[in-house]
């Protein structure tokens, strides 16, 4: 029988319910169900960093851009990510192909006991193309290295990361700095550790227009979703 994992969120979402707060904003939950924790009563958003990510990545000059993710469980974001910045892609440049659009992989590992990786299969086509490794936290930066390494060594002409909350915590920054990524990209929802500060392949993404427009659209009674079609067509919050 596999062990359970305890979710100590939901004694979380129990605290703050109990203080009184009548409505939650959080970005990119670790896990989706964590909304169904506090009560109907109290209605929670989940924004999506992604396209603040995407927006970035469509400003580079990147050769045949595919976005990977770094397990099974992730595709949906990766795709997301891929589409969303697609669609920036062809609002910069209405004439590029179809052929051009970018396009998923998925890393699926193999483990040999908790929290260690026997080993790391590529599921697509890599070759001469810029990679994105897509998740929606770093911590330690392991699995992150070994999963570009990965990339790179399947013939990957460049090998970049996004996640929404770079942590960093214990070796991410060492790691970081000898491993092959050209850079990793992270939101401020965490405080960078000192750590990390002067590291030049770390850039981080301020959300503050998204969250700032968040709150002004809930003050307004307006929509929030709305908010990633403003992302879409360049209006509105920009990164």
Do not use: W
Request: overall charge positive; glycine content about 8%.
């Amino acid at each position: 029988m596999k062990s359970r994992v305890p979710i100590s969120a939901s004694d979380v979402a129990r605290l703050i319910t109990s203080m009184g707060v009548d409505r939650v904003v959080a970005v990119d939950l670790h896990c989706g169900q964590i909304q169904g924790f506090f009560p109907p009563t109290i209605p929670v958003d989940n924004l999506d960093a992604g396209p603040v990510g995407a927006a970035y990545f469509s400003e580079k000059d990147l050769v045949r851009p595919i976005i990977v993710s770094p397990d099974a469980g992730g595709v949906y974001r990766a795709k997301e990510f891929g589409n969303t910045m697609t669609k920036l892609l062809h609002l910069k440049d209405p004439k590029r192909k179809p052929a051009t659009t970018v396009g998923l992989a998925i890393i699926v590992k193999q483990r040999s006991g908790a929290s260690q990786i026997e080993s790391m299969d590529l599921v697509g086509d890599v070759k001469g193309r810029d990679c994105i490794i897509c998740d929606d936290m770093i911590d330690t930066a392991g699995t992150l290295c070994k999963a570009a390494k990965a990339i790179k060594d399947a013939g990957a002409r460049s090998v970049y990361a996004f996640a929404t909350h770079g942590l960093f915590s214990g070796p991410a920054s060492t790691r970081i700095q000898s491993s092959v990524l050209s850079e990793v990209v992270v939101c401020d929802t965490v405080p960078l550790p000192k750590s990390c500060e002067g590291v030049d392949r770390i850039k981080v993404l301020s959300l503050a227009p998204l969250l700032a427009e968040t709150v002004k659209n809930i003050e307004h009674k307006k929509s929030v979703s709305n908010l990633f079609a403003k992302q879409m067509l360049g209006s509105g919050v920009s990164v």
